[in-house]
């Protein structure tokens, strides 16, 4: 079996809307010269359809038809029930973001009439379940062991596999860090179901209790909404900053349920052997307030030093535009955009950047300020805030600005 | 060393312009392109090769034309190429996808390492390397800036983080997915460009992997889109004119105002 889709040429009057509603440019104008009124046919190109069925719902004619394979399961969906966060720590620290996925998911839970569990996988981290608990979970299962110290892909997939399996929850939330998207493909993958990542927004359907789930697409250019409506657990990696933290609550009350590892099935073949800490930067620039970042304009490493110094005085984190890392001016961890990271702060500062969309899909920030000579590039036209002018010369007088107001 | 690269073909979106009245893409007259990631993870396999010997299988889903891709990293160092393509493969989303490249990599056979670019720039979702790992029943290390050999058992690798890296041996076979720290592709050779010419690109579909035809396309997808929209575009704001000594002032002051700082 497989999908079809193709424009039934009696029905197709050539309006095109279904080539504009296409997300994938698949859909093209063919000029009929046989047709009596000379209308235009629309034509699908296969290589590029991807059978997601948006033009059927545009079309006014049915003329456009298709037989979509539908997934098969024998997924009992009433057997899953349940809102779990993961509750990712890191060296013995929480990640801010679980907190965040922890307030999202008590409203989830809330609507769907279930209860909220956060999972915390980890060696000796008990000590950190009452924390999620004060913040509004039901429930805290804990995977505690010594196998477990160090994150590793292979054996933190296995443990929240097997509880998944076990526990049988409809939703699983993950934050979208470098360690929720290295292991969350691997769990999905694992229980055979969707997985969705970098959610941006998260909505429940009623009627068939499935979760909406909304992210960038195409480079930040379309959102998409996707659904998992035949599996389950529906599982989604969720970006940083996009909800709000649960804060600590008087009086919440849950259980906190030691989950018994059977140690015999833990398979990990690899073995972690060490950290190193990045020294250039304290702040986690996915996770930072402010940015300050500079691009190919900024012209050295000294350059970057005066950025450095804004960036420290505001308590945010140092970023550039892959142009500057390329120069070997700032490491690469610094960089932002499509090959790097992607930085969701309050304020966003871009220092001679020209903000082309490589960089700019990296950028999802709530005030941005550009500084920049040149007022036409894509940067100045898209910023909150439009400082034409040389970095140079604004940075140091914005830096001694502040001072004078932090002394003040 | 039997090196398995995996690559996607994507659109370039460098010269990608955005439709004003509808918000979206123009994808008319944009090229195709290996995903950025990617070719660093063909430069790493040919790296591996050319120290330890062996041989690199690049491999890639998607229709016909993804072949060009295919030859792109044949140029580059790669010897072999593998297009999965079938219109049964149509409307994947990357469960099925991760499936569907992981029969055709049992059906290559035998390998040490597969790597993968991080991530895709046109998906962005990361998936489908770690994915493929579990249905292969290897390990896999997500991230890495840096493989280092050690011996015919065990590979160490620098895996990053976002504060710091981390230190992960590992026993073989493994999939490993790279970042762009790790190496600085070459461009293709003369002697690459011709191989690339004269290359005999393999294809496999459903029948030749021996897929499960449950698990491909729409029907092993578990996750559909209901819904394209184009989010608000960032509109320009205020400018700001003059002295850098006024404009700096004039942005502090606003920005105490709207306590930021």
């Known amino acids: ?408 | 060393m039997k090196i398995i690269v995996c690559i996607k073909q994507v659109p370039n979106t460098t010269d990608v312009q955005i439709d004003a009245n509808t918000g979206r893409l123009k994808r008319e007259g944009v090229e195709s392109i290996i995903n950025p990631y990617d070719e660093y993870a063909i430069e790493e396999g040919v790296r591996l090769k050319e120290k330890f010997g062996g041989k690199v299988t690049v491999i890639t889903m998607g229709p016909q034309q993804a072949e060009s891709s295919l030859r792109e990293a044949i140029a580059r160092g790669a010897d072999e190429a593998v297009l999965v393509s079938d219109k049964a493969f149509g409307g994947s989303d990357t469960l099925a996808t991760s499936y569907t490249l992981s029969s055709a990599i049992k059906t290559i056979g035998e390998y040490d390492i597969i790597i993968c670019g991080k991530q895709a720039s046109d998906g962005d979702t990361a998936q489908v390397g770690p994915a493929i790992a579990e249905m292969l029943n290897i390990p896999h290390v997500s991230c890495v800036k840096k493989i280092e050999v050690v011996d015919d058992n065990s590979i160490k690798v620098e895996r990053m983080m976002e504060d710091g890296y981390d230190l992960i041996e590992s026993s073989f076979p493994v999939l490993f997915t790279v970042v762009k720290e790790i190496n600085n592709p070459r461009v293709p050779s003369l002697k690459g460009k011709m191989a690339a010419k004269k290359a005999i690109i393999k294809t496999f579909n459903v029948d030749s992997i021996g897929a499960d035809t449950k698990r491909i396309g729409l029907s092993g997808s578990p996750t559909q889109v209901v819904k394209i929209f184009s989010p608000p575009q960032r509109t320009g704001g205020e400018k700001f004119v003059g002295q850098a000594k006024d404009v700096a002032a004039n942005l502090v002051k606003r920005l105490l105002d709207l306590g930021i700082i």
């Open chain 1, 1 to 408: 079996m497989a999908n079809t889709i193709k424009i039934i040429s009696e029905k197709c009057v050539g309006c095109q809307m279904c080539a504009k509603a296409c997300p994938f440019g698949a859909i093209s104008m063919l000029q009929r010269a046989e047709h009596p009124k000379k209308l235009a046919l629309a034509s699908i190109d296969l290589n590029k359809c991807t059978y997601c069925g948006l033009c059927i719902q545009t079309c006014k004619f049915n003329a456009i038809e298709f037989t979509k394979d539908v997934p098969v399961t024998n997924v009992d969906k009433n057997l899953y029930r349940g809102v779990w966060v993961y509750a990712e720590q890191r060296h013995g620290v929480v990640h801010r973001l679980s907190y965040e996925l922890l307030n999202k998911g008590k409203h989830l839970a809330k609507e769907l009439g279930t209860t909220l569990s956060a999972i915390l996988i980890g060696d000796n981290i008990k000590a950190k379940a009452q924390g999620f608990i004060n913040r509004g979970a039901d429930k805290v299962y804990v995977c505690d062991d010594p196998l477990l110290l160090e994150f590793q892909e292979e054996s933190y997939s296995t443990v929240f596999s097997q509880l998944i399996e076990q526990e049988k929850p409809e939703i699983v939330l993950i934050g979208a860090t470098d360690i929720g998207r290295s292991f969350a493909p691997r769990v999905a993958a694992k229980i055979k179901t969707g997985l969705t990542a970098d959610c941006m927004s998260l909505e429940i359907d009623h009627d068939t209790r499935n979760l909406k789930q909304t992210r960038p697409a195409f480079g930040g250019n379309v959102m998409a909404t996707i659904v998992t409506p035949e599996h389950r657990p529906q599982m989604s990696t969720v970006r940083h900053r996009v909800f709000k933290e649960a804060q600590l609550q008087e009086g919440l009350t849950g259980e906190i349920v030691d989950f018994k590892l059977d140690i015999k099935t833990i398979v990990n073949r690899t073995k972690f052997l060490g950290f190193v800490k990045d020294e250039s930067s304290s702040i986690d620039i996915s996770d930072a307030d402010i940015v300050v970042a500079g691009g190919r304009g900024v012209g050295s490493v000294e350059g970057f030093k005066l950025l450095k110094e804004l960036a420290d005085l505001l308590g945010g984190a140092l970023g550039a535009s892959r142009a500057a890392v390329d120069s070997g001016w700032i490491p690469y961890s610094h960089q932002i955009g499509q090959t790097g990271k992607t930085v969701s702060p309050k304020l966003y500062i871009a220092c001679a950047i020209s903000g082309h969309m490589q960089h700019t899909v990296g950028v999802n920030a709530d005030i941005i300020i550009a500084i920049n000579k040149d007022s036409s590039c894509h940067m100045m036209q898209i910023a909150t805030y439009a400082l034409e002018g040389d970095i140079y010369e604004i940075v140091p007088n914005i830096i001694k600005e502040i001072k004078s107001c932090k002394c003040s």
